[in-house]
């Protein structure tokens, strides 16, 4: 897909794109096409390499620390995502797999003494993951509110004729529009 995405970056820039493959650059603004690319490696590089550096050392979070922080800032820097919602989620996401990383390092040396335990480590983490949690109960709140709303007006729209249908007003003066409405929809006075 990496490939077949290069190789079309320049018609994807100007909206041409292959519609096979919209749903791998579709999220993304069309210069930043090639960004779904970036994060399947960041993933595997997590996930599948760092197993081979030094496994459970300092090393091996620190150079998952940074990875992580330079998708971050990459994110703050390029906003690839065409919604702002969903780079902010983006950068969150990666600042969570940042913090998760510190915190491994620190649970690595030795905390005897210390004001920072292991239990507040572990809360930290928790804490890190709160308010993504709370934005998904909130988002989800905000688009079922919104995909009802929207229910009713089609359904309210079916009821009324569908789209392109005439209305005459009861009232011998008509019905007052507001200069938006007009621009939305005109008013037609029989």
């Not at 779904?36 to 091996?60: N, P």
């Amino acid at each position: 897909f990496g490939v077949s995405i290069w190789r079309h970056r320049a018609e994807i820039k100007e909206h041409k794109g292959p519609h096979y493959l919209e749903n791998i650059y579709g999220p993304f603004r069309p210069e930043c096409c090639m960004w779904e690319m970036y994060f399947l490696l960041q993933k595997a590089t997590l996930i599948g390499l760092l197993i081979f550096v030094d496994r459970g050392s300092i090393l091996q979070s620190l150079v998952g620390l940074v990875i992580a922080e330079g998708m971050m800032l990459s994110i703050a820097k390029n906003r690839p995502y065409n919604s702002l919602k969903t780079n902010v989620l983006a950068m969150w996401g990666q600042l969570m797999v940042a913090i998760v990383y510190y915190s491994s390092m620190l649970l690595k040396v030795d905390l005897e003494g210390e004001l920072l335990t292991r239990d507040i480590i572990g809360y930290i983490i928790l804490g890190a993951n709160a308010p993504m949690v709370l934005y998904f109960l909130y988002d989800t709140r905000a688009t079922i509110r919104d995909e009802l709303h929207s229910a009713r007006i089609s359904l309210l729209r079916a009821e009324l004729g569908g789209d392109g249908a005439t209305y005459r007003s009861i009232h011998k003066s008509g019905v007052d529009t507001t200069e938006t409405m007009r621009k939305k929809r005109p008013v037609i006075n029989h």
